[in-house]
């Protein structure tokens, strides 16, 4: 079903239009990914949408609700939860305290119900098996992205917004993080995720829409997407 619906959303700092009449339509059952290369909008695009920037003009309809302009928190509790390029968590605490911490302050959907009810059920998910008790900031980078993904599952989302979930991965904990994210729709939780890696964005989502300087350019399949000339023109000699 469509659940987040963006119609001409447009975003200006001072005299840059980071954001230029963008729509997207994401739905909950399935993989949707915005690329686009560096400075193409993706990031402030995640931002708009969860409330971390109010939008200059448009549309953000969120389940029926317009949300454009409310609060962070407040879109994150009604389900729609992002998480950062940053490797974001408390590195002085173990990774089983960080999961903890999360799961206290936002574990419960609408019913006080919880989908993981301890940290290590959740840290199993991930496949961070047996490393509770490792200090956050000690992690290795790849595990480090893992319990970011495993935070903001434990917000409950409805929608999971992924900010170049891959960033600073090897090739081989990129394929494995996918394996992952593949595994979330099956769970209803929606997946909408944001880079400039095509390939790895064509592997893993099913619905892409690219972004060229905050406008949309394309949207289609990935096969498409893939030999639409306008994105061939962006991304020549680069991934493609």
């Avoid at 009810?117 to 991930?126: G, H």
């Avoid at 170049?164 to 990129?174: K, S, V």
């Amino acid at each position: 079903m469509a659940a987040l619906e963006i119609k001409g959303l447009r975003k200006v700092f001072g005299g840059v239009i980071a954001l230029n009449g963008v729509d997207i339509v994401i739905d909950l059952d399935k993989i949707t990914g915005v690329v686009g290369p560096n400075g193409s909008g993706k990031t402030t695009l995640f931002n708009t949408v969860t409330g971390f920037y109010r939008p200059t003009a448009g549309t953000i309809t969120w389940l029926g609700q317009d949300i454009g302009g409310l609060a962070p928190q407040e879109i994150a509790r009604k389900g729609l939860i992002r998480s950062f390029q940053q490797a974001m968590s408390f590195p002085g605490l173990t990774v089983e305290e960080n999961v903890h911490v999360a799961l206290e302050h936002g574990g419960r959907n609408s019913d006080g119900e919880r989908r993981w009810n301890r940290p290590e059920e959740l840290l199993d998910f991930v496949g961070l098996t047996g490393r509770g008790a490792e200090i956050a900031g000690s992690m290795p980078f790849g595990n480090l992205r893992r319990l970011g993904v495993a935070l903001a599952l434990a917000a409950n989302p409805k929608l999971l917004l992924l900010d170049e979930p891959a960033a600073g991965l090897t090739d081989r904990e990129a394929t494995a993080l996918a394996e992952l994210i593949k595994e979330l729709p099956k769970m209803s939780i929606g997946v909408c995720l944001i880079d400039h890696h095509m390939n790895f964005m064509t592997a893993l989502c099913e619905h892409l829409t690219v972004l060229d300087f905050g406008t949309k350019i394309a949207e289609g399949t990935p096969a498409s997407v893939l030999n639409d000339p306008k994105v061939m023109e962006v991304y020549l000699g680069n991934e493609l």
